[in-house]
């Protein structure tokens, strides 16, 4: 997750620039704006996560003594050998300039289609019947 962080915040930056060097680049402005909210999601999810941990361990802590804590410290090495290997195992793709802009447009369609069915909801108008069955 962090590195998807770090990739937005980069991305973040270039349309930044983007939008200095030609203000009037909707794209650029449109892509900013999306890039912001997934961050923002991202963050959240983090921050979210990093107090489950917290509490989970605070948890723990409480319940924990003496040689149940002996006891235990074996198993968690293993689980902490076990999600060290799991995040090795998971090392992210760098994503090509042009897959990077393919899935930008395509969710640029997506929240594009989502504000036109909510507009049509909003003045109660629905689309012609394609098919009469």
Do not use: C
Request: hydrophobic share 25%; glycine share 6%; no cysteine.
């Amino acid at each position: 997750m962090s590195s998807a962080i770090s990739l937005l915040r980069d991305s973040l930056d270039y349309y930044k620039r983007v939008i200095e060097l030609d203000g009037k680049n909707k794209d650029a402005k449109f892509n900013h704006e999306f890039v912001e909210k997934k961050l923002k999601v991202l963050l959240d999810k983090q921050k979210k996560q990093q107090k489950q941990k917290q509490d989970k361990k605070k948890k723990e802590g409480k319940r924990e003594t003496g040689k149940e804590q002996q006891k235990d410290f074996g198993k968690k090495e293993q689980k902490q050998g076990n999600e060290a290997k799991k995040q090795k195992a998971e090392k992210p793709k760098e994503m090509s300039e042009q897959e990077a802009k393919m899935l930008l447009e395509g969710y640029k369609h997506e929240e594009e289609s989502k504000e036109k069915l909510k507009k049509m909801k909003q003045q109660g108008y629905y689309s012609d019947v394609l098919k009469n069955w």
